[in-house]
């Protein structure tokens, strides 16, 4: 996972062949949001901002949007993860990933939390 970034708001980005950018939500924050009931994804072609909500998360306690670490465009969806939430649990980095982006700037990822500073963040 040393590849990965983190965000301040518990997405991560990995860069993938071919320059693309996988993203999810940190094992962290499906544990805090707990019993998953519900997720909204975004359509595949739309451009997303840093920061920008690029869906939503449900959970029996609140709802929370997903933001996009990065901007891009979305190019994939993990279309198969609202009907099996439980994934997200089980495989956050890996089977619970949420999208693709193809980034404007790849550069951009270098903004974001390491591993270690991201571990910091959510123990502080």
Do not use: C
Not at 75 to 99: C, F, K, M, R, S
């Amino acid at each position: 996972m040393a590849e990965m970034k983190f965000a301040k708001s518990h997405e991560w980005v990995r860069p993938e062949a071919g320059g693309l950018a996988t993203v999810g939500i940190s094992k962290y924050a499906v544990e805090a949001l707990t019993d998953l009931v519900f997720m909204q994804l975004p359509p595949v072609g739309k451009k997303v901002k840093a920061g920008e909500s690029l869906g939503e998360i449900e959970s029996v306690k609140a709802v929370s949007d997903i933001y996009a670490p990065i901007s891009g465009e979305i190019v994939e969806v993990n279309a198969a993860l609202p009907g099996q939430l439980d994934t997200l649990g089980a495989d956050p980095y890996g089977a619970g990933w949420i999208v693709r982006i193809k980034p404007d700037d790849p550069a951009e990822m270098a903004g974001l939390m390491d591993q270690a500073a991201y571990d910091a963040t959510v123990k502080s």
